[in-house]
């Protein structure tokens, strides 16, 4: 009998997640939890909210998967992999304890510091008068950032001390994020380029993923409101081996072991938001799970086996090699509803779909998609993942983008300038 393995969430990650994990030959079959319109063509899914702990180890105790992988973090911050844990069910991910590098900026600005991880200067203020005596000490522009998880809302670059106490004030009274914006963490800010840096730990050694870049604006040019990711591309060329060693053991090390020390065990993946600066790279951000859309694109270049991954993460015996990427590039374009990152409608008809998917090295991940009879309709902000996998970076961008112009649905809408910064290095 081969694994059943089970896949909490229901975006466009964890359609790449479900996609991959079948490519296993030990796995027999794959579930979703609640999944979406196109994770549904490959896996069961059950209709279950992932804030909804006690439905989800409800469902896993009934179904009993031999591994269950947890997509985002919410779930994550709740304590899903502790709930688990308790009931002897094997789940990758981190407790809820470990969760906290995510979970609460503070936390981990403070952690940093103990730690000696490098990351930006920054003051952790409670009320406005905090905030109005610490901002002597910066100088705009001025990075604002909310304490708790806010699905990338919660970070404002004020361009004068004026307009950092004003967003800062607002936080606090919960008037623009609630509960999550009870504390503030003020920032200095830093100019580079920015690169998603993750790696699997065992709670004690790190095995690192292909490195990659997301982008975070809905504009083409960086221009625009912040949204969950408009795309993101993994090659080889983005870290060369001296600078993943120097992250390795100025980062990634000393984290995990940081994280044991302060007997809050960290075991699955650990995503590490770099800027990096004339100084040196500086952690921005950590994520306590794989990233969206960054997933897409790397499980695009993984060779390996995604299992025998996870379970060497779980297992307690995870190595430098657990993961091989091909030297291909990687590239997902997320194709959004109208409106989006702002109100959108939803319901709208999807074509095209079948003629995107035939093309070579194309995968088209779903990510807010529902299906009836036999049709997809948008259900999402972010709709799709389109990706592809090309022996050369324009190669798979051009691979991705013929695929995206098959796909039609009204209001669609998507950046055309993915990896293109990679592409024209003079243009920077
Ligand atoms: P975070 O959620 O902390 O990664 O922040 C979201 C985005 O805000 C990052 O991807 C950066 O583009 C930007 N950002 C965050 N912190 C800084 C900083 N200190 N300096 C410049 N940009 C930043």
Same mark, same amino acid.
């Given at each position: 009998?081969?694994?059943?393995?089970?896949?909490?969430?229901?975006?466009?990650?964890?359609?790449?997640?479900?996609?991959?994990?079948?490519?296993?030959?030990?796995?027999?079959?794959?579930?979703?939890?609640?999944?979406?319109?196109?994770?549904?063509?490959?896996?069961?899914?059950?209709?279950?909210?992932?804030?909804?702990?006690?439905?989800?180890?409800?469902?896993?105790?009934?179904?009993?998967?031999?591994?269950?992988?947890?997509?985002?973090?919410?779930?994550?911050?709740?304590?899903?992999?502790?709930?688990?844990?308790?009931?002897?069910?094997?789940?990758?991910?981190?407790?809820?304890? /470990?969760?906290?590098?995510?979970?609460?900026?503070?936390?981990?600005?403070?952690?940093?510091?103990?730690?000696?991880?490098?990351?930006?200067?920054?003051?952790?203020?409670?009320?406005?008068?905090?905030?109005?005596?610490?901002?002597?000490?910066?100088?705009?522009?001025?990075?604002?950032? /909310?304490?708790?998880?806010?699905?990338?809302?919660?970070?404002?670059?004020?361009?004068?001390?004026?307009?950092?106490?004003?967003?800062?004030?607002?936080?606090?009274?919960?008037?623009?994020?609630?509960?999550?914006?009870?504390?503030?963490?003020?920032?200095?800010?830093?100019?580079?380029?920015?690169?998603?840096?993750?790696?699997?730990?065992?709670?004690?050694?790190?095995?690192?993923?292909?490195?990659?870049?997301?982008?975070?604006?809905?504009?083409?040019?960086?221009?625009?409101?912040?949204?969950?990711?408009?795309?993101?591309?993994?090659?080889?060329?983005?870290?060369?081996?001296?600078?993943?060693?120097?992250?390795?053991?100025?980062?990634?090390?000393?984290?995990?072991?940081?994280?044991? /020390?302060?007997? /809050?065990?960290?075991?699955?993946?650990?995503?590490?938001?770099?800027?990096?600066?004339?100084?040196?790279?500086?952690?921005?951000?950590?994520?306590?799970?794989?990233?969206?859309?960054?997933?897409?694109?790397?499980?695009?270049?993984?060779?390996?086996?995604?299992?025998?991954?996870?379970?060497?993460?779980?297992?307690?015996?995870?190595?430098?090699?657990?993961?091989?990427?091909?030297?291909?590039?990687?590239?997902?374009?997320?194709?959004?509803?109208?409106?989006?990152?702002?109100?959108?409608?939803?319901?709208?008809?999807?074509?095209?779909?079948?003629?995107?998917?035939?093309?070579?090295?194309?995968?088209?991940?779903?990510?807010?998609?529902?299906?009836?009879?036999?049709?997809?309709?948008?259900?999402?902000?972010?709709?799709?993942?389109?990706?592809?996998?090309?022996?050369?970076?324009?190669?798979?961008?051009?691979?991705?983008?013929?695929?995206?112009?098959?796909?039609?649905?009204?209001?669609?809408?998507?950046?055309?300038?993915?990896?293109?910064?990679?592409?024209?290095?003079?243009?920077?």
């Amino acid at each position: 009998m081969g694994m059943k393995v089970l896949v909490i969430g229901g975006g466009g990650r964890e359609h790449a997640l479900v996609w991959k994990l079948r490519q296993s030959p030990r796995v027999s079959q794959v579930l979703c939890a609640p999944g979406n319109g196109g994770i549904c063509e490959e896996a069961e899914c059950a209709p279950v909210d992932v804030r909804n702990l006690d439905a989800l180890v409800e469902l896993a105790i009934r179904l009993r998967p031999d591994l269950t992988v947890v997509g985002p973090e919410l779930p994550l911050t709740l304590g899903v992999a502790d709930e688990f844990a308790r009931r002897g069910l094997p789940v990758f991910g981190p407790t809820q304890a /470990a969760a906290q590098l995510e979970s609460s900026k503070s936390f981990a600005k403070e952690f940093m510091q103990r730690h000696q991880v490098p990351t930006p200067h920054y003051a952790i203020c409670t009320s406005a008068d905090e905030v109005k005596h610490s901002l002597a000490h910066f100088h705009p522009p001025i990075v604002v950032k /909310a304490d708790g998880l806010a699905a990338g809302k919660g970070v404002v670059i004020a361009p004068t001390k004026e307009e950092a106490a004003a967003v800062a004030g607002d936080m606090l009274s919960g008037k623009l994020l609630g509960e999550a914006g009870a504390k503030v963490v003020l920032e200095e800010f830093l100019e580079g380029e920015e690169l998603s840096f993750l790696v699997m730990s065992d709670g004690e050694r790190v095995a690192p993923l292909a490195a990659s870049q997301d982008h975070k604006r809905v504009g083409d040019g960086d221009t625009g409101a912040n949204t969950g990711g408009m795309g993101a591309y993994s090659t080889d060329s983005l870290l060369d081996p001296q600078m993943r060693e120097w992250l390795l053991t100025h980062v990634a090390r000393p984290v995990v072991a940081g994280m044991r /020390a302060e007997d /809050a065990e960290y075991r699955g993946i650990l995503y590490c938001g770099l800027m990096m600066t004339a100084r040196g790279p500086m952690v921005l951000e950590f994520n306590c799970r794989f990233g969206d859309p960054e997933t897409q694109a790397i499980l695009m270049r993984l060779d390996s086996d995604l299992v025998d991954a996870l379970e060497a993460a779980i297992e307690g015996r995870v190595s430098d090699g657990d993961f091989k990427w091909s030297a291909d590039a990687g590239v997902c374009v997320v194709v959004a509803a109208g409106g989006y990152p702002g109100a959108y409608e939803s319901g709208k008809q999807i074509s095209g779909l079948e003629e995107a998917a035939k093309l070579e090295g194309v995968k088209v991940f779903h990510a807010g998609t529902s299906r009836r009879d036999g049709a997809f309709y948008t259900a999402g902000g972010r709709v799709l993942g389109v990706s592809a996998r090309g022996a050369e970076l324009e190669a798979a961008v051009g691979r991705a983008y013929s695929a995206a112009e098959k796909i039609r649905f009204e209001g669609m809408h998507y950046r055309k300038d993915i990896a293109a910064r990679a592409l024209k290095p003079a243009a920077r």
